[in-house]
């Protein structure tokens, strides 16, 4: 099963860049995965939100195929523990999921088309993070999910 990270707009800081560098590396390991990059909207400072909600959202589904399953990481998602996390990513290794398209948006939040997209949403925390510091959160849960499946040093119970 190959995962995607879609992420709207650049990682600014170096720590975090450095960060999601080294979870990247380490989910490599295990599996197959890409982090693509949806540029930041040109003239933002012109629209309304809802504008931008909509433009990144076509951004977003240009990346997705008919096939993927997306799951945005959104505030009204559903919360999970690490071993629960790493469970919903084995049962869709499991039942023969291709490739899944996890989706962190821009400030605003996602279009109601992206909405519509996806099979799913997950909640990192019921605290408000930076749309640039879930990456590396979400990375390291990711990297901690298949360390758990796999049964190697990482977790501690």
């Known amino acids: 099963m190959k995962i995607s990270l879609i992420v709207v707009g650049k990682t600014t800081e170096k720590y975090i860049e450095e960060a999601i560098n080294e979870y990247v590396k380490r989910i490599g390991f295990f599996n197959a995965f890409n982090m693509m990059v949806i540029p930041d909207l040109k003239n933002a400072k012109s629209l309304s939100k809802e504008m931008i909600k909509q433009k990144e959202g076509e951004n977003i589904l240009s990346q997705i195929v008919d096939y993927d399953d997306v799951v945005l990481l959104d505030e009204k998602g559903k919360e999970f523990t690490s071993l629960e996390?790493?469970?919903?990513?084995?049962?869709?290794?499991?039942?023969?999921?291709?490739?899944?398209?996890?989706?962190?948006?821009?400030?605003?939040?996602?279009?109601?088309?992206v909405y519509n997209a996806a099979k799913g949403k997950i909640s990192l925390s019921k605290m408000t993070f930076s749309h640039q510091i879930i990456r590396p959160l979400f990375l390291e849960q990711l990297y901690r999910a298949y360390t758990i499946i796999n049964n190697t040093p990482y977790h501690h119970e």
């Open 85 to 113: 996390f790493a469970s919903y990513i084995e049962k869709k290794m499991v039942n023969g999921v291709r490739k899944v398209a996890f989706v962190i948006g821009g400030p605003y939040g996602f279009s109601d088309d």
